[in-house]
């Protein structure tokens, strides 16, 4: 109960502070934002293992990990799977100077 209170009067206050300068008018910075890049990416593979990729194409390495989407000739896979020279297509996300893979799509026809 005395969390609802909590979180009830802090919104109050919040939007109160709206016209006032917002968060900043209550002696609160902002909090950072942090430049989020989806793009997607097509090549051969390099090399792959368990934590990153490396396109033939591509000249930063991409990590990967438990949140990363693979499948291998539509099957669910693991990145260290996927031999150099298969071709692929890759979702990468690049935030705060990061580049991960949301997805690796993976063919060996």
Do not use: F, Y
């Not at 934002?33 to 097509?42: G, P, R």
């Not at 991409?62 to 539509?74: A, C, I």
């Amino acid at each position: 109960m005395r969390t609802l209170w909590t979180t009830a009067a802090l919104g109050l206050m919040l939007t109160a502070c709206k016209g006032e300068g917002g968060l900043e008018g209550l002696g609160i910075a902002e909090p950072a934002k942090v430049e989020q890049k989806q793009t997607e990416v097509m090549g051969k593979i390099a090399r792959a293992t368990s934590s990153e990729i490396q396109l033939e194409n591509h000249p930063q390495p991409v990590k990967v990990d438990s949140s990363t989407q693979v499948t291998l000739d539509g099957r669910t896979a693991s990145a260290d799977q996927i031999r150099p020279g298969t071709q692929v297509r890759v979702s990468i996300r690049t935030e705060a100077g990061e580049t991960r893979a949301t997805r690796i799509e993976a063919k060996t026809d």
